[in-house]
């Protein structure tokens, strides 16, 4: 079965500082990898997605991750953060074929500060 | 174009009874996911749907069942409740699934607390 870590329950960070959310997966097989964002009482938006291909990947509002497989990790980036970044993010991993079943991470706080 | 609908927003709920979800997915997609949302154990996939079939199952127990109908819609029904099963129960849609080049669209979802 595959499983993700998110290290860091929570990361403060001021203002237009970059940052980096961390998440590592384990499985035996090939999977997709994803970023989602919740915003306080909202679902989960899609911030981005890694099925094949290039390793670094862009997604929406200037986050970009960078598929590892031989750390098997799948870090969230953003060069300058604003204050509406403030948020949870999860990270997630799907087994190729596995269709909507998504395993997710505990997720991660990131509070930007002034 | 209009999101994925959940209703009721919020629900309170005493042990033992049963209570049904809704969700009505984007128009036009086809497959529907349910899941659970907690502190504790954070988010846990209960089940998808796509033209009516369960295609995938999480590993909870039988009092949680779910269909889905011919417009898509879906329910979610958690029989003899448990003060354990209070959550926030997301709800997701996507054209299809297998959902490798589709995107999963996530509901606001509805809050449980069972008393």
């Known amino acids: 079965a595959q499983s993700v870590t998110q290290l860091d329950s929570q990361v403060p960070v001021f203002e237009e500082a970059p940052v980096e959310l961390r998440c590592n997966y384990s499985?035996?097989?090939?999977?997709?990898l994803f970023w989602y964002v919740q915003y306080p009482n909202q679902g989960l938006q899609l911030l981005l997605k890694?099925?094949?291909?290039?390793?670094l990947v862009k997604g929406i509002n200037g986050f970009e991750a960078e598929f590892n497989k031989s750390q098997t990790s799948f870090h969230l980036r953003k060069p300058s953060v604003h204050i509406s970044d403030t948020a949870e993010y999860f990270c997630?991993?799907?087994?190729?074929?596995?269709?909507?079943?998504?395993?997710f991470g505990t997720g991660t706080q990131l509070k930007v500060e002034l | 174009k209009a999101g994925v609908t959940q209703t009721p927003r919020y629900l309170i709920k005493t042990r033992g009874q049963q209570v049904t979800l809704s969700c009505s997915p984007i128009?036009?997609?086809?497959?529907v996911s349910w899941y659970q949302q907690t502190p504790g154990q954070g988010l846990q996939f209960l089940f998808e749907?796509?033209?009516?079939?369960?295609?995938n199952k999480g590993n909870f127990p039988g009092r949680f069942s779910g269909r889905q109908f011919s417009n898509s819609r879906s329910e979610m029904n958690v029989s003899t409740l448990e003060l354990g099963d209070s959550a926030l129960y997301l709800c997701?849609?996507?054209?299809?699934?297998?959902?490798?080049?589709?995107?999963?669209?996530f509901g606001s979802g509805t809050q449980l607390s069972v008393l």
């Open positions: 997701a849609s996507s054209l299809a699934p297998a959902a490798t080049n589709e995107k999963l669209f």
């Open positions: 997630a991993v799907s087994l190729t074929g596995g269709g909507n079943k998504l395993t």
């Open positions: 749907y796509f033209s009516e079939t369960q295609r």
């Open positions: 128009s036009g997609h086809r497959s």
């Open positions: 499985s035996s097989v090939s999977v997709y």
């Open positions: 890694y099925l094949s291909g290039s390793t």
